[in-house]
């Protein structure tokens, strides 16, 4: 094969003009290939994260734009969708542009080419995919011996190693001279929070009956970080010790297996903002890419009340507590 192409170009060489036409055949045949290779592998993409398998995709539709546009590929591929928030103030955020779409499972390899497709309708702002979300895994390390140092009496202080790296006795003292202007409500979003648990009870106020249970542990665990009631003698501590500076209430985001999806987790952001919480905490993660997940800064450009605080990205805030883990 090589013997033969070096004789073909010795005899094109002889034929300039038909030389040249010839190179320029070969090149933009092989740059067609590619780039045909290129779309069939981009058509049959299988994402390279987990997605819910009842809502595979976000889909944010221009303002104004009618859902109905989606019927063509509903006809088409079988997919299904719906609006995917239900803010009560609408006209506050973009958030009530969202839909999700819901592939087939028997469609679900060809979910390259639907999201190409979708692509092209003229009334779709942007489009993404709706990620699972995971709990983090919680640490433990113990450090015996330092109640006495933050003057409490609970004894799974014992295991708080946070406390001690942060100097929270410290922070008690600065907490002694202040009075808080309001007490802080912290929303936990995770998987549930025990309402009537021991060492929560008393700084608890609930949202929906359905978000006081938690079968996983996680949410529970979570919230005694940030508001377990102090110097009761039972469990564990939190950063206020004469219990005056915040209460936790709790917005299921997470199943019981401590799965979510992107939008269980932006719901649960838009209904903690509805119910005028000051803060989020959210205590989980999974494999993230900051420039596909456009819908959490929608999310932050306009809370749905105006006395509420909401993340600015899933990275990072400063007033929320995020543990989100990026891709190893």
Known sequence: MLSAAGLSFQWLVRFRQWFFVAITVIIASLAWYQARQGWTQQDNAVSDVALDSQAELLVELREGADAGLLDAIAEKYGVTYRRAFQPLDAAATDLDDYYVIDVPKDQESKIGKIKKAINRLKGVEWLEENEQINVTPLPAKQLPEINKRFGINDPGVTHLWGFDAMSVDQLYTELAK??????ARIAILDTGVDAQHEDLKGNYTSVKSTYDNDPK???????????????????????????????ISSIKVLNA?????????????IEA???????????LGGRSNQSRQKAYE???SAPSTPNSTVP???????????DWQPPA
Do not use: E, Y
Request: proline share 3%.
């Open 178 to 183: 202040a009075k808080p202007v309001k007490k």
């Open 217 to 247: 542990g996680h949410g529970t665990h979570c919230a005694g970080i940030a508001g377990a009631v102090s110097n009761n003698g039972v469990g564990v501590a939190s950063f206020s010790r004469d219990n005056n500076f915040v209460s």
């Open 257 to 269: 297996s401590g799965m979510g999806t992107q939008q269980t987790i932006i719901a649960g952001i």
């Open 273 to 283: 903002a509805d119910n005028r919480v000051d803060a989020v905490s959210l205590s």
């Open 298 to 300: 929608k999310d932050a």
């Open 312 to 322: 600015s990205s899933p990275t990072t805030s400063t007033t929320s507590t995020w």
